[in-house]
Nanobody, 126 residues
Framework: QVQLVESGGGLVQPGGSLRLACAASGFTLDYYAIGWFRQAPGKEREGVSCISRRTGSTYYGDSVKGRFTISRDNAKSAVYLQMNSLKPEDTAVYYC???????????????????WGQGTQVTVSS
């Protein structure tokens, strides 16, 4: 059974940092592209950062470029999102998602991902 479990969310002051983790089980992470998405109240779910399986190429949304870093550790079946210089507008529920590389279109959009975690809340506030 494919399962993704996010952790590491919480309350942080503007300018602070958080590291989200996504633990994968039930499948071989090495064969999958992984993405981090977020959804704020009243807004659509958006792609934050994605990483391919083959080349490890990465994508970052314009709003997080230079502040967030995605990484993966296939041996540990884990994917991470390091978030620095956090802003109040980064407040959202963050989800990790996976799709087998065979089906990966290269686009970091929610409709291209098949398996989803339950999400972790990130709140940036003073």
């Amino acid at each position: 059974q494919v399962q993704l479990v996010e952790s590491g969310g919480g309350l942080v002051q503007p300018g602070g940092s958080l590291r989200l983790a996504c633990a994968a089980s039930g499948f071989t992470l090495d064969y999958y592209a992984i993405g981090w998405f977020r959804q704020a109240p009243g807004k659509e779910r958006e792609g934050v950062s994605c990483i391919s399986r083959r080349t490890g190429s990465t994508y970052y949304g314009d709003s997080v470029k230079g502040r967030f870093t995605i990484s993966r550790d296939n041996a540990k079946s884990a994917v991470y999102l390091q978030m620095n210089s956090l802003k109040p507008e980064d407040t959202a529920v963050y989800y990790c998602a996976a799709v087998h590389s065979i089906y990966y279109s290269g686009h970091c959009t929610p409709d291209n991902y098949r398996y989803w975690g339950q999400g972790t809340q990130v709140t940036v506030s003073s």
